[in-house]
């Protein structure tokens, strides 16, 4: 009998299989599409720590742009480094003060993960950096940097790297119920092409099925309660800025990024309720034109007509109310407790603290096993080679992690307090000198 059975051949799924494959775990992950061609293909493919969490909830800016760091090291072939610009106009919601306010608190964070120190950008260095961005009323800008990531490439070679160890992975195939003797989940039935049928016997199933994660555990009578939220985003078909950038939306509630690529430019993304199941998530003509407005409030010539959008549904854990309440945390279920031994949920999160999550996985896998060593996805590239060795840096309190989950209100009031004191420092100390196009450049190595 197997060790394990992965359910959900995502970005955490397939680093589910390649830790546990490490560990000398034996493991067959099921993926009913291609791998990481469902949520990890809508994202924006960044690897970030979140620098808009760190307005209410700056621990998990921490946890991410922590874990960040070792994808970074691990998976360097797979990123590149994208420098973003900030454009700061008169009369937006956040001026220029506390823009950089908020970049200067990012910085801790940044250096976890290998980013460079901000820049305050001039009015003039801006618009000779993004040729077309609207010049009326522009005050500057600031920039930061994150790390572009091919996100179904990243899923793909965690696959490859553990089916190198011996795991086993079905692409085409779900799991269609959990089989149960008594208290115990002992493994999956499974559909295949053509309508094959299996029962697939392990130990210990995960399930790493992203938004469907509740209806992979209705399967044992349980349930995980999700919010899920539809991100759209539009997909050019040829680079359109120079740089990535970071513009305040038509509804001056939200930002959106606008991220070249090889061959292409993303815009988005949208971030809406989504009432229905994750297989009824599309995207509406409101949200293209959304999107549309907002990148056109500040380039009048920017493309009409795009290529595709893609869209996406994020889990996230059982939260109401508004979007600065919720947080993008993840959590690992052991359903032992609720009579379903042997079941494994990884829920929520993010692509960028995906290494993490699947560590805490397979360590309650390992656990429940009884066997299986130390996690080593942080020291080996997926290549398998030594990765290179980073700086110790301090980890979020978990504690006050686990209070601040249970009280939204003060997660967001401990985020506010550290940018209020920040804000209040910066303005008696002033910001960082005025830098130019040409000191962009040589930052941040661009020819």
Not at 219 to 244: E, M, N
Not at 324 to 348: C, M, N, P, W
Request: glycine share 12%; net charge positive; charged share 25%.
């Amino acid at each position: 009998m197997r060790d394990l059975i992965v359910v959900g051949g995502g970005v955490t799924g397939a680093g589910v299989l390649r830790d546990a494959s490490l560990r000398g775990l034996t493991g067959l992950l099921l993926e009913p599409g291609k791998p990481g061609g469902a949520t990890t293909a809508a994202s924006t493919h960044l690897i970030h720590g979140g620098i808009r969490y760190l307005l209410y909830d700056r621990l998990t800016t921490h946890a991410t742009a922590w874990d960040a760091g070792n994808i970074v090291k691990t998976a360097a072939p797979l990123l590149k480094r994208l420098p973003i610009v900030w454009p700061v106009y008169r009369g937006a919601s956040h001026g220029l003060s506390t823009v950089e306010t908020l970049v200067t608190c990012y910085e801790p964070f940044q250096r976890m993960k290998e980013g460079l120190p901000h820049l305050r950008l001039s009015a003039a260095a801006v618009t000779e950096l993004v040729p077309g961005l609207k010049t009326e009323g522009l005050l500057g800008g600031v920039s930061f940097d994150e790390w572009w990531v091919d996100a179904e490439g990243l899923t793909e070679a965690n696959l490859k790297a553990a089916q190198g160890l011996g795991a086993e992975v079905r692409l085409g195939w779900k799991a269609a119920g959990l089989i149960r003797e008594g208290g115990r989940v002992v493994g999956v039935r499974a559909e295949g092409p053509n309508g094959a049928r299996e029962d697939l016997r392990a130990k210990v199933v995960v399930n790493a099925a992203g938004p469907w994660v509740d209806e992979v555990v209705r399967h044992a009578g349980l349930s995980i309660p999700l919010r899920l939220r539809k991100g759209t985003h539009l997909v050019y078909d040829k680079p359109l800025v120079p740089v990535g950038l970071l513009l305040e939306a038509v509804d001056r509630g939200r930002y959106v990024f606008v991220v070249p690529f090889p061959g292409g430019t993303l815009v988005g993304p949208t971030d809406l309720d989504s009432p229905g199941g994750p297989d009824d998530v599309k995207t509406t003509p409101d949200e293209v034109e959304y999107l549309r407005a907002s990148v056109r409030r500040y380039f009048k010539d920017f493309p009409l007509e795009f290529k595709r959008t893609v869209v996406g549904a994020r889990p996230i854990l059982g939260q109401s109310g508004s979007e600065k309440l919720l947080s993008r945390e993840y959590e690992i279920f052991d359903h032992g407790a609720q009579g379903a031994e042997g079941l494994v949920t990884a829920g929520g999160g993010k692509m960028s603290d995906f290494r993490l999550m699947a560590k805490d996985t397979v360590d309650l896998a390992c656990e429940k096993l009884g066997k299986g060593s130390p996690c080593r996805t942080h020291s080996l590239t997926l290549a398998g080679q030594p990765a290179a060795p980073r700086p110790e840096f301090p980890r979020p309190s978990r504690p006050l992690k686990l209070f601040l989950r249970r009280h939204p209100r003060l997660r967001e009031l401990h985020a506010l307090s550290y940018l209020g004191v920040a804000l209040a420092r910066r303005l008696t100390a002033g910001g960082a000198p005025m830098s130019d196009a040409a000191s962009f450049r040589k930052h941040y190595s661009l020819g």
